[in-house]
């Protein structure tokens, strides 16, 4: 198996961020290497010159969604009245990538790709403790955004070795 255009020397430059995440565009662009690396089909260049193409991806949206199973807490002691807490959210990362042809418009293989995944809101436990953790959650989706991102760059990269 080869890469579209029996592709050997790649370059994989940092993904373009076009979300409101953070820095998710290095989590996606270091699992792409990672999977290029581990199949020992390709050789990853650290510039375009040395490279027959450039693999370019783009982080195009990353949704956090709180889900709607929730509880309401109505009579609780430690808690304001009425308070409703979500017991967990949904991540949804899209993510475009083409492969470019080096020194032309040509593109070899282009493909999109949507995943998600839920995670554990912060869970108040302690009665002196009325707020959630908010480095709980951001820690939760930092890890969540992660495992996307292996998950997804296997399924993106097995897909453009079958040229699918």
């Known amino acids: 198996m080869l890469l579209p255009g029996n592709v050997k020397r790649v370059q994989i430059p940092l993904f373009k961020n076009k979300s409101i995440e953070p820095e998710t565009e290095v989590f996606f662009t270091n699992a792409l290497k990672t999977e290029a690396l581990k199949s020992g089909l390709v050789s990853l260049q650290d510039s375009e010159n040395t490279s027959e193409a450039v693999l370019q991806g783009t982080v195009t949206a990353v ?86 991102a292996k998950e997804m760059m296997q399924e993106a990269f097995d897909r453009m070795l079958e040229n699918f």
């Open 63 to 148: 949704d956090v969604v709180a889900e709607e199973s929730v509880i309401e807490a109505k009579n609780a002691t430690y808690l304001p009245s009425r308070t409703v807490l979500a017991t967990q959210y949904r991540v949804v990362v899209t993510i475009n990538l083409v492969l470019q042809k080096k020194g032309s418009s040509e593109i070899l293989w282009s493909g999109s790709f949507k995943q998600l995944k839920n995670y554990s809101a912060p869970q108040i436990t302690l009665p002196v403790i009325n707020t959630s953790n908010s480095l709980y959650n951001f820690s939760a989706k930092r890890q969540t955004l992660e495992v996307l």
